[in-house]
T-cell receptor, first 111, second 116 residues
Framework: QKEVEQDPGPLSVPEGAIVSLNCTYS??????FMWYRQYSRKGPELLMY????GNKEDGRFTAQVDKSSKYISLFIRDSQPSDSATYLC???????????FGTGTQLKVEL | SAVISQKPSRDICQRGTSLTIQCQVD?????MFWYRQQPGQSLTLIAT?????????ESGFVIDKFPISRPNLTFSTLTVSNMSPEDSSIYLC?????????????FGEGSWLTVV
């Protein structure tokens, strides 16, 4: 079993839809949770960074962490074609140096 | 955040050769890392590049295959030695820097290597 599980998709939604992306994990030591967006042939871009359980909102993006269920989510409101990318969840324990990534979910937002 | 530049951005390499990837950061950072992203796979940490000392390698990665240098707080290199087609991958430099949210990790654009 992988430490971090993420549905690879692809996920296709119409423009304006609310998108929900999810990851589950098995290592209870993970304390820091991140979401990265990766466009084709580009490096990962940090979208959201959270510590511990709860919600964090930034513009159209909301990150949610449920440590009791070992489940994290990223919600994208009013999705745009420019949101079409691969979304990677990542997490770390302790000092937060080593990131363990999910395999990424490929999202396509269609006009 | 930090601006991270990697060179080369992409290359096609012959089997058995070695290639050195450079990573330059626009500010001094304590922590620098090298990741690999194989086709269809997620990112895997190769090693932590330590300034002034030997890199710390993750399980499955060895110095002979992936020698790393870190001469100062803004620069690091990763060499992929004696390449085989299995080394075809994206190699990513990353740094850990303070932010309003805490210490966060940023990535460069990656170096896309194809071994033929």
């Amino acid at each position: 079993q992988k430490e971090v599980e993420q549905d690879p998709g692809p996920l296709s939604v119409p423009e304006g839809a609310i998108v929900s992306l999810n990851c589950t994990y098995s290592n209870s030591a993970f304390q820091y949770f991140m979401w990265y967006r990766q466009y084709s042939r580009k490096g990962p871009e940090l979208l959201m960074y959270t510590y511990s359980s709860g919600n964090k909102e930034d513009g159209r993006f909301t990150a949610q962490v449920d440590k009791s269920s070992k489940y994290i989510s990223l919600f994208i409101r009013d999705s745009q074609p420019s949101d079409s990318a691969t979304y990677l969840c990542a997490m770390s324990a302790g000092g937060g140096n080593k990131l363990t990534f999910g395999t990424g979910t490929q999202l396509k937002v269609e006009l | 955040s930090a601006v991270i530049s990697q060179k080369p951005s992409r290359d096609i390499c012959q089997r058995g050769t070695s290639l050195t990837i450079q990573c330059q950061v626009d500010s001094q950072v304590t922590m620098m890392f090298w990741y690999r992203q194989q086709p269809g796979q997620s990112l895997t940490l190769i090693a932590t590049a330590n300034q002034g000392s030997e890199a710390t390698y993750e399980s499955g990665f060895v110095i002979d295959k992936f020698p790393i240098s870190r001469p100062n707080l803004t620069f690091s290199t990763l060499t992929v030695s004696n390449m085989s087609p299995e080394d075809s991958s994206i190699y990513l430099c990353s740094v850990k820097t303070p932010s309003v949210s805490g210490n966060t990790i940023y990535f460069g654009e990656g170096s896309w290597l194809t071994v033929v």
